[in-house]
């Protein structure tokens, strides 16, 4: 019984073992068919990405990568690497996989994956920036990497759809960073700095939410120079008096050079009004502008029905915060984004920024009379030959020279006419040449004496109401690119209410 038992036993063994050998080796390591090992430990590695094994999938990932360099999952399995550790976050993980992403963009720059690339790492410095009064060098970085996923990629829309907005966003925190640091050098007076970074704000960032307030504080900085330039003739004289040594003469110059100055800075400011009145007409400082170019006695513009609209729309587009978000605002890290535009194209170059020295030395070329206009250059005159010897210089006690003398001489210099001598008039010479040709500028009398001649029309007459200054043109008007003019229906239906944070701060002296 026993022996029978053990030759049913050895029978078993024998026919389990014949059935083991029948079946397919087996991969030890990767536990995987051996048909196929790439593609299964794909598939692994992205089952354990979607359960949050970020370990297990990037150590599946990293053998098929070492293991079959040549196989197809390669491009996947090298993003999905860098997917592991953007998904894992933290500090550490998304420098890991910024390094990831610009190495599978520099080893596949033509798959359509490299957008996707580019866009995730222009993300990691997105997540990681922080308010504008703060460290700005991850808002930087997005907006350079976002900038490369418009430039390098137009073709891939979705791609460049998502750049696009995200920059406008980043764009926003920039730009407020900026106007508040401008604002701080307003406030202080120091109204060159404050100009020059305003200046700049205004040309790289047209789309800034605060793009009218921006504006409007260049123009009350020139306002401000030329305040501080009024009252520099009552101080020099004072320290002049001081002394005991009052120049007239160099009161004079310097007086003249402050006049060519603020003639320069007053044009600077209409200019900086006028931009909002006619590129940011829905927005909160358009009358306000209007105002100040009253008060300058300069001519107020007025924009065009497309523009009017163009700003309502980017104006509509903007979000706002709730009142929770606002009393958390102050616990987040994060800025706020809402007010970004999400109308119009974001800035992709840089112009060249506004210098506060460049402008000093502007100022001062104009106060010298060869700022606007002028010709800075130096000529240099090349004489040929010998020169003569140096004449003496001419005493007192000399007796003047004879003409006669001088024309007696034939080697002597035929004599210059004087530049300041006034000569007379062809009339006054022949009295018979003033009636041959009738003068143009003749004043004639109308045919009907009776009725008095129309007044000349006004171009840049200024009318008066309700506080608001524009200018006089016709409802329907066209300017001069043939674009209609906005009339005033238009202009008030774009009102609203006023943002609160304005500045209100008023220039002395105006």
Excluded at 24 to 50: E, I, T, Y
Excluded at 387 to 400: F, G, L, W
Aim: net charge neutral; aromatic share 6%.
């Amino acid at each position: 019984m026993s022996l029978r038992i053990t030759v049913i036993a050895l029978a078993a063994t024998l026919a389990l073992t014949t059935a083991c050998t029948n079946k397919k080796v087996n991969n030890p390591l990767a536990k995987v068919d051996s048909k196929q090992p790439d593609k299964v430990l794909f598939d692994r590695g992205m089952d354990a990405m979607k359960h949050n094994h970020f370990d297990i999938a990037r150590l599946d990932m990293q053998t098929l990568i070492n293991t079959y360099p040549d196989s197809e999952f390669i491009a996947r399995a090298k993003l999905s690497l860098a997917d592991s550790w953007y998904a894992e976050g933290g500090t550490a993980g998304l420098a890991q996989a910024e390094q990831e992403y610009e190495d599978f963009e520099t080893f596949f720059p033509n798959m359509p994956e490299a957008a996707e690339a580019q866009v995730k790492i222009a993300n990691i410095h997105y997540q990681q920036m922080e308010k504008p009064d703060r460290d700005f060098t991850h808002a930087v970085r997005a907006e350079q990497e976002y900038r490369k996923v418009i430039m390098q990629y137009p073709d891939n829309q979705k791609m460049v759809g998502e750049a696009r907005k995200r920059l406008l966003q980043v764009q926003e925190v920039i730009a407020e960073r900026e106007f508040r640091v401008g604002r701080f050098y307003f406030l202080k007076g120091s109204y060159p700095a404050s100009i020059a970074r305003l200046q700049s704000l205004v040309e790289r960032y047209p789309l800034y939410s605060k793009a009218d307030e921006t504006l409007y504080m260049v123009g009350q900085a020139y306002e401000g120079e030329i305040t501080m330039l009024k009252n520099m003739e009552k101080v020099e004289r004072l320290q002049m008096e001081r002394v005991h040594k009052v120049n007239e003469d160099v009161l004079k110059i310097h007086k003249l050079e402050r006049e060519r100055m603020i003639t320069d800075f007053t044009d600077k400011a209409t200019e900086a009004y006028s931009k909002v009145i006619t590129r940011y007409p829905a927005m909160n400082r358009a009358d306000d502008a209007r105002i100040r170019l009253a008060a300058l006695n300069q001519p107020v513009p007025r924009p065009t029905k497309a523009a009017l609209a163009l700003n309502k729309a980017e104006e509509a587009g903007r979000g706002e915060r709730t009142m929770l978000s606002r009393l958390m605002s102050g616990f987040e890290r994060h800025p706020d984004t809402a007010p970004a535009a999400r109308i119009g194209d974001p800035t992709l170059t840089d112009p060249t920024p506004v210098s506060a020295t460049g402008m000093i030395q502007a100022a001062n070329r104009v106060a010298m009379g060869s700022g606007k206009g002028g010709n800075d250059s130096i000529s240099v005159q090349t004489l040929k030959g010998t020169p003569p010897p140096n004449e003496p210089a001419p005493r007192s006690d000399d007796p003047a020279a004879d003409p006669a003398s001088t024309a007696a001489d034939p080697n002597a210099a035929p004599a210059q006419p004087d530049p300041n001598e006034l000569k007379p008039s062809a009339a006054a010479a022949d009295p018979a040449a003033a009636t041959a040709a009738p003068d143009p500028n003749e004043l004639k009398p109308e045919a009907k004496p009776d009725q008095p001649a129309p007044a000349p029309a006004q171009v840049n007459e200024l009318q008066q109401g309700n506080g608001n200054s524009t200018a006089a043109a016709p409802d329907g008007a066209a300017n001069a690119d043939g674009q209609q003019l906005a009339d005033d229906k238009d202009l008030a239906s774009s009102k609203h209410k006023k943002k609160k944070g304005l500045l209100h701060r008023v220039i002395p002296g105006n």
